[in-house]
């Protein structure tokens, strides 16, 4: 039925050079998509791409900051000189800190709304117009976290972000929804990324896996199935607005 065939469509994952957003553009990769792999560092981007390749896919490296709008403007008209098109577009910025509230000053957190947020707005505002010129319709998925409802301690910052990518999300469903694009987010649980390792001591840790149902991290490939699903138009063509967990029970969890 090819329902995962991502063939013909153009993946641009902003972050892309992060763990989490590196294998799923990995995946996107190798169901058929051209993937544009976007972030700061080109070494990892390289990566990432060569990663890509030898599972059977195309990619090529984007450098920018996804906090810049005429970054992502450029990285837009790069990505359409390479293969004239975008249909799926994956936001995984992300920036993290355990700063106490009553210690956080405003500089950290316009740095943390700036990355976990207004890229989000801004990518989605750039590539989603292109999307609507095209007029074929797309997939826009934002990356989201179980810290955004509820919040978690230790991470006030990156816990108000999160709650604003949701209903960015949300709200874009509805806006973009006559055009056939579809705006959804995952919200992965805890996968110990470079931007979380900092804040799981062991006792974190044991408190995470007494509040997970599977009682584990997730592993990165975990993701790769939900992304690809919600980026195939064939696969998931009625699911807009929605917020999709794989957070092994996390959020079914209370005490």
């Known amino acids: 039925m090819d329902l995962f065939d991502l063939s013909e469509k153009t993946a641009v994952i902003i ?3 992060s763990v989490l957003g590196g294998t799923m553009a990995v995946a996107m ?3 058929g998509a051209d993937v544009a792999v976007v972030g700061r560092n080109m070494e990892k981007a390289e990566k990432v ?3 890509i390749e030898e599972a059977g896919g195309s990619a090529k490296c984007f450098q920018a900051d996804a906090t810049k709008q005429q970054d992502l403007e450029r990285v837009m008209q790069e990505v359409l000189a390479w293969t004239g ?3 799926v577009l994956l936001n995984s910025p992300g920036k993290n800190s355990a700063t106490p509230f009553l210690e956080l000053s405003m500089d950290e957190w316009d740095d943390i709304m700036n990355v976990n ?5 801004l990518a989605c505002q750039i590539f989603g117009k292109q999307m609507i010129e095209q007029g074929e319709g797309g997939s826009i998925i934002n990356i ?3 810290s955004s409802d509820p919040p978690l301690s230790r991470v006030f910052t990156y816990s108000a972000s999160k709650a604003g990518v949701n209903s960015v999300t949300k709200y874009l469903a509805r806006e973009l929804a006559p055009h056939r694009i579809r705006v959804n987010a995952l919200i992965p649980g805890f996968f110990p990324a470079e931007q979380n390792r900092k804040i799981l001591s062991p006792e974190r840790v044991e ?3 007494r509040h997970t149902p599977l009682g584990r991290f997730g592993d990165p490939q975990e993701l790769q199935g939900t992304a690809v699903w919600l980026a195939s138009e064939k696969a998931s063509g009625f699911v807009t607005g929605s917020l ?3 957070d092994g029970g996390f959020g079914a969890m209370t005490i």
């Open 207 to 209: 408190s995470i896996f």
């Open 15 to 17: 972050g892309g050079t």
């Open 29 to 31: 990769g190798a169901y």
């Open 49 to 51: 791409r060569s990663e």
């Open 117 to 121: 947020l207004k890229s989000v707005v």
């Open 144 to 146: 989201s976290s179980v």
């Open 85 to 87: 098109r975008v249909d």
């Open 244 to 246: 999709i967990r794989v």
